[in-house]
């Protein structure tokens, strides 16, 4: 209990330490003091509404999305029991990233800012009613993982159909870059649009680890210790969905931080699924935090995208998970 | 309170998999559960349970989940451990039912955890990882876990196969032990000479219907053992109660 807690702590301070790093970080080039005093402090200067509207709005969705992507990791990989679970199983990203490119491709973003994650969200709810439908009563896990399979594959094909059939290559170009996810000029009406999506998210999931636990048992077993596993299972997928969809619509597809961050914090957190969702939350900002301070930090003048990072730093991670398990039956 | 069931019917599918089996145990009793593979022992009992639909009607798939899981704990026959937990944190699942979470015991819990780890041999192994452990010992960790819950009914599916001869006595033991507190359970096995002699009572089944309940003397008689397991045995009832080695397959009529 005691190594639990200070283990939260710790990756609490560390969210905080990379959050005002992140503040920090910028092609303004201004000395932290400044930074931190024009932030807090204010006037009508350059330097408050770069803190403000850019730096601030841009640290707060690292670390919202962060959190969302590494409790999402978690709780599917608590529900379905296997360690390579990852959100985007489910589907949700995959036809939010479709909504996103069908308003990138049909023009709509030049018609009004929002257009982009409104659509995005639109997709994520059109994945999310198919899955409850396919695998909400009935069928278990491995119905869900099926259907999400199909629905990210039907998602992504009718992505590269977009693609290519765009007559247009500077929206190919956008959409490809969008893909890979960043969260470079957002403001904070993207953070009022994830945010609500997120708290959902975290309140549909955060109680659901005990339930969690008993699944370590097994499906049956957990059913005999009073778990009620369809009810479970809807609000599982409901709150992945909405915290991915959310994340998704405003900062594209950022892969690994889900499927990474339950790993590196199991044993730390002694396999236990439900405490694995608050660490993960928080393992998870730290993350997104310290990549999105990599992608200003290493090329600051070349637009790094931020899901590139992550699947750079995430892909040996996910080999060296693959090397351990070897041969482990 | 007893369990009781009536007229309990599982189609899976269209397949009925059993078929209007009635069943009463009373506090006190350890009922075997016996019949060859695919005789419905696990159907019936994951449906008296609520975890299967069925038709007819059950006293513990009557209750709420939660009561239920305080009145009656169910070890399944796969031995599935999902993560890398310690043994303690596995087997104080068992108190989740009694509002206990695992990441914060109360005392009484971690009492209740205790006992059952003693009951099952297996306090020693209390800070081991559950994965770890050889299948022996996660079936023993498992009936722990079922153990803990501290119910007045337990149903186990096979609790003693891959067992070495004393756990298989030590486990079977520790039924009886729990009958004498008053508590009840029942048990599939397929040992049936460990079945005869620890247990009060046997329900035979086979394809899907009760075809004999009662004291094992009068139901694993030589009549019985050859038509519905196709044996013979040797039998001899002892002032222990019933002896039984099977021998060979019995002679096709």
């Known amino acids: 209990m005691m190594a639990y807690v200070r283990l939260l702590v710790a ?3 560390l969210s905080l330490l990379l959050f005002v790093v992140s503040l920090l970080v910028g092609p303004a080039g201004v000395s932290p003091r400044l930074s931190l005093s024009a932030l807090i402090f204010g006037d009508a200067g350059p330097l408050t509404l770069v803190m403000r ?7 707060i969705l690292g670390a919202v999305i962060g959190a969302a992507l590494g409790l999402g990791g978690a709780a599917m990989q608590g529900y379905l029991r296997n360690p390579m679970a990852e959100p985007g199983i489910l589907g949700v990203s995959g036809t939010a990233a479709l909504g996103a490119v069908l308003a990138i491709q049909t023009g709509l973003t030049a018609t009004f800012a929002l257009a982009l994650p409104f659509a995005a969200l639109a997709g994520a709810g059109v994945a999310v009613t198919l899955l409850l439908f396919l695998a909400g009563r009935r069928g278990g896990a491995l119905t869900l993982i099926l259907a999400g399979i199909a629905i990210s594959a039907l998602a992504g094909a009718l992505t590269s159909l977009v693609l290519n059939l765009s007559p247009n290559p500077f929206a190919a170009n956008e959409i490809i870059f969008w893909m890979m996810g960043s969260l470079a000029d957002r403001s904070f009406l993207h953070v009022a649009l994830a945010l609500p999506f997120f708290a959902l998210g975290a309140c549909l999931i955060l109680p659901l680890g005990r339930g969690l636990d008993s699944l370590t048992l097994g499906e049956d077993a957990a059913e005999a210790l009073g778990v009620r596993i369809v ?4 609000l599982l997928v409901a709150g992945v969905a909405a915290m991915i969809g959310g994340a998704t619509a ?10 990474v961050v339950p790993h590196l914090l199991r044993r730390t957190v002694g396999a236990q699924p439900g405490r694995l969702l608050f660490a993960s939350a928080l393992g998870g900002a730290c993350m997104v935090l310290a990549a999105d301070i990599a992608v200003r930090l290493i090329l600051p003048d070349r637009d790094l995208k931020l899901g590139v990072m992550t699947a750079i730093v995430g ?12 041969g482990r039956g | 309170m007893a369990f009781v069931c009536r007229d309990v019917t599982v189609n899976l599918g269209s397949t009925p998999v059993v078929k209007s089996v009635s069943l009463t145990i009373a506090p006190g009793e350890v009922v075997g559960l016996i019949g060859p593979n695919g005789a419905g022992k696990t159907t019936l009992m994951r449906a008296t349970l609520g975890l299967l639909p069925f038709s007819g009607s059950c006293s513990l798939a009557e209750m709420p989940a939660t009561s239920r899981a305080r009145y009656a704990a169910w070890l399944p026959q796969d031995r599935e451990i999902a993560w890398p937990i310690p043994v303690e944190a596995l087997v104080a699942l068992g ?3 009694h509002g206990a979470s695992i990441s914060r015991l109360t005392r009484q819990d971690a009492e209740a955890v ?6 099952a041999d297996m306090w020693a192994f209390r800070d ?26 337990l149903l186990a599916d096979e609790p003693i196969a891959g067992l070495d001869p004393a756990h298989q006595i030590a486990t079977m033991e520790v039924f009886n032990t729990q009958a004498a507190d008053g508590r009840s359970v029942l048990v599939a096995l397929h040992d049936l000479g460990l079945a005869a002699r620890f247990c009060s009572r046997l329900v035979l089944m086979q394809a899907g219907r009760k075809v004999a309940d009662g004291r094992p003397e009068d139901v694993l008689t030589a009549h019985n053992l050859a038509e519905v397991f196709g044996i013979d045995a040797y039998r001899v009832e002892t002032a222990d109660g019933l002896l039984l080695q099977p021998l060979k397959l019995a002679a096709k009529t």
């Not at chain 1, 509207?53 to 640290?59: D, S």
């Not at chain 1, 009810?231 to 809807?234: A, D, S």
């Not at chain 1, 405003?250 to 499927?259: K, N, S, Y």
């Not at chain 2, 205790?114 to 009951?119: D, H, P, Q, S, V």
């Open chain 1, 11 to 13: 990756l609490g301070l």
């Open chain 1, 53 to 59: 509207e850019i730096r601030l709005p841009r640290a």
């Open chain 1, 231 to 234: 009810r479970l299972r809807v």
């Open chain 1, 250 to 259: 405003v900062a594209g597809a950022i892969g690994f931080v889900g499927l």
């Open chain 1, 315 to 326: 892909t040996p991670f996910f080999l060296h998970l693959i090397y351990r398990t070897r």
């Open chain 2, 95 to 97: 108190r989740t039912p």
């Open chain 2, 114 to 119: 205790r006992r059952a780890l003693e009951k």
């Open chain 2, 128 to 153: 081991r990882i559950a994965t770890q452990l050889s299948g022996g010992e996660k079936a023993r960790v498992l009936l722990a876990r079922a153990l803990a819950q501290e119910t007045p009914m």
